[in-house]
């Protein structure tokens, strides 16, 4: 039961890791420092609290949801695919245009975006899990090791990006953006 909270735990945050990296190119190390905090409180919160929503929605409306769960699975890959491309999208038209302006965690707007983004796929899971009978015992090392992952994924993430950013400019942009609409199509396939 370890073994598959850890798992499960590590792949929910392979895009959260991808998604600060990614928007962390043309932050500064000193931005970073201030802000990776509130990122990884933020991206935790919003992780954990679609894995815990899903789980709970799946528990409390297993016969009506079950016959459903693929097209709810569905929207929701749809959702995250969406998410994705704005984000990658706008880092790719700002790395080609060369601007400063750009969408990135500073905001608290950004933050939400990219946070929800890497978190549909942990509604999933937790919708899964509950219609698939597992109990609180079960779903609690999974947030347990999502809160683990998430924070390690924000600080490495952001850390790396902006050590990246200075080495790359604003092509590392244009390479984040076409990495998270990649990471978005490959959610939807």
């Not at 789980?55 to 297993?62: C, D, E, H, R």
């Not at 965690?105 to 899964?128: F, H, K, N, R």
């Given at each position: 039961m370890i073994l598959n909270a850890i798992l499960i735990g590590l792949s929910l945050c392979a895009d959260c890791f991808a998604v600060t990296l990614c928007s962390s190119f043309l932050v500064s190390r000193e931005e970073v420092r201030k802000k990776v905090a509130t990122v990884a409180v933020v991206f935790v919160l919003i992780h954990v609290g679609?894995?815990?929503?899903?789980?709970?929605?799946?528990?409390?409306?297993?016969?009506?949801?079950?016959?459903h769960v693929a097209h709810f699975e569905r929207i929701a890959h749809i959702i995250g695919f969406l998410l994705l491309l704005y984000v990658g999208l706008e880092m790719f038209i700002d790395g080609v245009r060369s601007k400063?302006?750009?969408?990135?965690?500073?905001?608290?707007?950004?933050?939400?975006?990219?946070?929800?983004?890497?978190?549909?796929?942990?509604?999933?899971?937790?919708?899964?899990?509950?219609?698939?009978?597992?109990?609180?015992?079960?779903i609690a090392p999974v947030a347990v090791s999502l809160v683990v992952f998430t924070v390690i994924s924000v600080v490495v993430g952001m850390l790396s990006g902006s050590f990246l950013g200075r080495k790359l400019g604003h092509s590392a942009r244009i390479v984040g953006g076409l990495v998270l609409i990649g990471l978005g199509i490959h959610i939807l396939l």
């Open positions: 679609f894995l815990l929503g899903g789980w709970a929605l799946g528990a409390f409306a297993t016969n009506l949801i079950a016959g400063s302006e750009h969408l990135n965690l500073d905001g608290i707007g950004g933050i939400i975006l990219g946070s929800v983004a890497t978190s549909i796929d942990a509604a999933a899971v937790g919708l899964s899990m509950a219609l698939n009978g597992a109990p609180w015992a079960e």
